[in-house]
């Protein structure tokens, strides 16, 4: 064993007596005195081993139940271990989730002291930092208005603001991307990274096997309490992908409704987005390299060819770009074969979309007419995560670079001045 | 990690060096969760943190009217108004600290699920919020009593650090075994409610303890020229043997001769006997029975932290 390993997990079983009828009280107690063997034992956690080298990024996923916040738990101490052993090096961060301990009924102010001082933060130095804690989290004109008073995002924001004034060498952190918006996402991912080059030690949970993709150096898998798996992230994230059975068309985020139409005559079979590993990822970078795949079914053979269209919209509805390709069965190369079926593919070889949510929506319709084969609003949802400044709807790519004025065409500073009057008329 | 660490490790469990923070980080969030707890608990209310001064008086009102007034309990001690008022005081702290204590763990499940810290600072913080109260209040008695010359300050007036410090352990001992058992059985709540009225009563906080002895007294002698109305039947000792080990009692009592009159007895000297010189027999002789409320403060206390600490354990997943 070396002596890195910010955490040590070895044979570890959790088991949760779960009652069969939940009652608890005395009266229960003593009116069936053999209550007390009426229970189903949970096991949570069964013989998990593993180590964390300090300064390693570790995913662990699982479906729900299979063992992950559990997990999580027994590491953070909030949970005993019922076998095997944990040790940990170094000090754990105390929260799982952001705002722990927040209370409604105190204001940013108040609240900032009591939920600092559980993540272990003094008073003079909660003092010192309140100003930049407040600045973080945009809040300088609520900073004593009651926390009942603040929208979600304001909450959220301040949580995250405070939290990633932690000292701990070694995050635990739960599903921290479920909540918040774009904006705020995209600050969680710069924190991951700035933790990264910190040589911190983390440990995340989540059912966002993107993130898992781009941000973790390792990935865990739990299965009904068991460790199955542990590698490389992308290897990792594709085992979970086939265990559960995960089609491309199920990229979809659960509760986020599609519309299907169309004739049904030519099928599509499923699309999903895929990222620069080539792996599944719902959460591209600006600039990097994204494909869309679109899997489709010919069912009815009188169909020789069909035209497919690709929308991207943003969430707020502008339309940023439709795209369309005619497909025929035998005249596009690599194009399937007499099954009548096939995977479009569509390559965008760096992204120009800014941060934000978009949609993909497609569309398989008659090659010269306007009836639907099938069309799918909504087949993909994504966020693009964009590191670099800037505004603006799209990243053209563009390059800057500063030259010396002699090597300048001749002329540039008429144009200058030109523009400069603003008068428009060329008499010069 | 070498082998000799690893063998350090117990069996089964967590390394207890991998425990988070330092005893300083911890009676810090122990103050701020007090401090916000105060401030919670008179939020939405008109008067705040008057309610705190005002809840008391008026206790003190009532009882001095119904006891003092109309049934005329007084043991002949001066300033009996006084004394009431700090048997009033002292009960208030003890009712609400183990009350609101009782229900700190339960009150914070969010926050034990989530987050870790020894959860003994949750009782503890519960039982800093009455005592910030508590001090506040004990000080207006003293300082008004000094004021209308109702409280007299000596050497004896020493032994009122002790006395605290005895009830704050005994309100924090039984705070920490309420406070484990009402995590998984509410019933405890209801109980300690119907139990705390009882213990009002066995508790002195209207009338001392040489006022029961001398019923208990005078309803053993028959022969006595005043026999007072309502003595107590001889059938009834057996409850003085327990008022007089009650730890309450003994704290309050002893207050009263610390703070307000050192005509009012030591509440050992009133057991021990040393009133038979006043030439009054009564049931309580042996020394036992004198050091039988300071026993139970210590055994209250170490068996409601030691239940604390093995079941909080498990507080997370029980919650």
Redesign the interface.
Known sequence: ???D?AI?VENLYKR?RIPLDRS????H?VTHPRAASRFRILEALRDVSFDVPEGQFIGIIGHNGSGKSTLL?VL?????????????????S????LG??F?P??TAR?NV??SG??L?L??AELRRRFDDVIGFAELEQFVDHKLKNFSTGMEVRLAFALAIQAH?EILMMDEVLAVGDAAFQQKCFDTFKRYKREGRTIVFVTHDLGTVNRYCDRAILLDQGRLVADGAPTEITATYRGSIGVSAGDSRKVGEQIERWGTREVLIGGVRLLGETGVEDLHPLTGSHVRVEIAYEIKNMAIADFLCVLWIVRNDGTLVSEESLPVTQYGNAGLASQSGAGVIRYDLARLPLRKGGYRVNVELRERRGQSAYDHIDRAVLFRVVDTQPGQGLISPGGTWSVVPRDSAVAGFSDIAVRSGTGSGDAGT | MSAATAEAIPPSGIEPASATGSLRHYWHLTLELAISQFKLRYTQSILGYVWSLLKPAMYFGITYVIFVDLFHVNDGTPHYGIQILLGIVVWTFFSECTATAMGAVAGSAGLIRKAYFPRSILVVAASFTSLFTFVINLSLVIVIGAAIGQISLGVQSLAAIPLLIELYVLALGIAFFLASLHVQFHDVGHLWEVFTNLLFYGSGVMFSLTYVLQRAHFAAVVTTSSIPAHALPAKFTWVVDIVAANPIMQVIEDLRHALVTPVAPWTFSVVTGHLAAVGQVHPLNASWDALAPYALVMVIFGAGALTYRARSRYFAQNL
């Open positions: 064993m070396s002596t390993h040590h949760f608890s009280t005395l009266k107690r738990k953070a101490h909030i949970y005993q271990p019922d076998g095997g052993r944990v040790s940990i090096k170094g000090n754990i105390p929260f799982l989730e722990v301990g209370n009924e105190l108040e002291f009591l001082a559980i272990g003094g008073r701990a």
